[in-house]
């Protein structure tokens, strides 16, 4: 790869996380959240939660967000329900769910399943107060090489992509004042110079044009442009 003036970046390291753990129900949360308060885990600008969840079977675990914001959820293993008031949705692997909610309102999560856990990501960011949105999108991994765009709105874009090992690529933001969020769903990357393993986060900012290279085979990449 090419060799470059770093831009000011903070890695967020996997075995760091907040762990939360109960019969039901486990999270692990990349920034601070509930009881798990950190210096070095400050919100990322608009982005204020990127949990990692495994649920029981059968269980069902409420959420009250705090803010006007925007909610993402990623099933990686298995599918979820999300009820939003009186509505239900099915989000099964391969689809996002991005639905936006006032501060003080609750959505619930379940595990439809009698005998599987499911796995999945939760990611919150804050929005404007008139920005309301609701998509169900699908996305396939079977081209590799290349990130899929899955949602691209005025808040934020969200994109997927997985590799070959020893894949280079190029994201360009909008806008150098756009902060960056990357994180390595599996394998790892060599992203911007910076060496980001399975599960680690990496936020970068004032970025014109951001280089990557996949480590291992199959490895696959989320990233998060947050937006002005």
Same mark, same amino acid.
């Given at each position: 790869?090419?060799?470059?003036l770093?831009?000011?970046? +903070? #890695?967020?390291?996997a075995?760091l996380?907040? @762990?939360f753990?109960?019969?039901?129900? &486990?999270?692990?949360?990349?920034?601070?959240?509930?009881?798990?308060?950190?210096?070095? &885990?400050?919100?990322?600008?608009?982005?204020?939660?990127?949990?990692?969840?495994?649920?029981? /079977?059968?269980?069902?675990m409420?959420?009250?967000?705090?803010?006007?914001?925007?909610?993402?959820?990623? /099933?990686?293993?298995?599918?979820?329900?999300?009820?939003v008031?009186?509505?239900? @949705?099915?989000?099964?692997?391969?689809?996002?769910?991005f639905?936006? %909610?006032?501060?003080?309102?609750?959505?619930?999560?379940?595990? /439809?399943?009698?005998?599987e856990?499911?796995?999945?990501?939760?990611?919150?960011?804050?929005? @404007?107060?008139?920005?309301?949105?609701?998509?169900?999108?699908?996305?396939?991994?079977?081209? =590799?090489?290349?990130?899929?765009?899955?949602?691209?709105?005025?808040?934020?874009?969200?994109? #997927?992509?997985?590799?070959? =090992?020893? @894949?280079e690529?190029?994201y360009?933001?909008?806008d150098?004042?756009?902060?960056?969020?990357?994180?390595?769903?599996?394998?790892?990357?060599?992203? +911007?110079?910076?060496?980001?393993?399975?599960?680690?986060?990496?936020?970068?900012?004032?970025s014109?044009?951001?280089?990557?290279?996949?480590?291992?085979?199959?490895? %696959?990449?989320?990233?998060?442009e947050l937006?002005?």
């Open positions: 790869m090419a060799t470059f770093q831009q000011p970046a +903070q #890695i967020y390291k075995h996380r907040g @762990h753990e109960s019969d039901v129900h &486990r999270c692990l949360a990349t920034f601070n959240f509930k009881t798990y308060q950190d210096e070095s &885990r400050m919100p990322y600008q608009k982005l204020q939660v990127w949990n990692e969840e495994v649920l029981a /079977p059968k269980i069902t409420r959420n009250t967000v705090e803010d006007n914001c925007g909610i993402l959820l990623l /099933p990686l293993i298995g599918a979820i329900d999300c009820r008031g009186a509505e239900t @949705h099915f989000i099964m692997t391969g689809q996002a769910y639905f936006t %909610l006032p501060k003080k309102t609750d959505f619930e999560i379940q595990n /439809p399943y009698e005998n856990q499911v796995n999945y990501l939760q990611i919150r960011l804050k929005c @404007h107060k008139n920005f309301s949105e609701e998509q169900l999108l699908s996305f396939d991994l079977n081209t =590799s090489g290349q990130l899929i765009s899955i949602i691209d709105n005025p808040d934020f874009s969200f994109s #997927i992509g997985m590799y070959r =090992s020893r @894949h690529g190029i360009k933001p909008e150098t004042n756009h902060g960056i969020f990357a994180f390595a769903l599996n394998g790892a990357f060599e992203f +911007q110079n910076r060496l980001i393993e399975n599960r680690d986060g990496l936020a970068i900012d004032n014109e044009s951001i280089e990557f290279e996949s480590l291992t085979e199959n490895a %696959l990449l989320l990233l998060l937006k002005a």
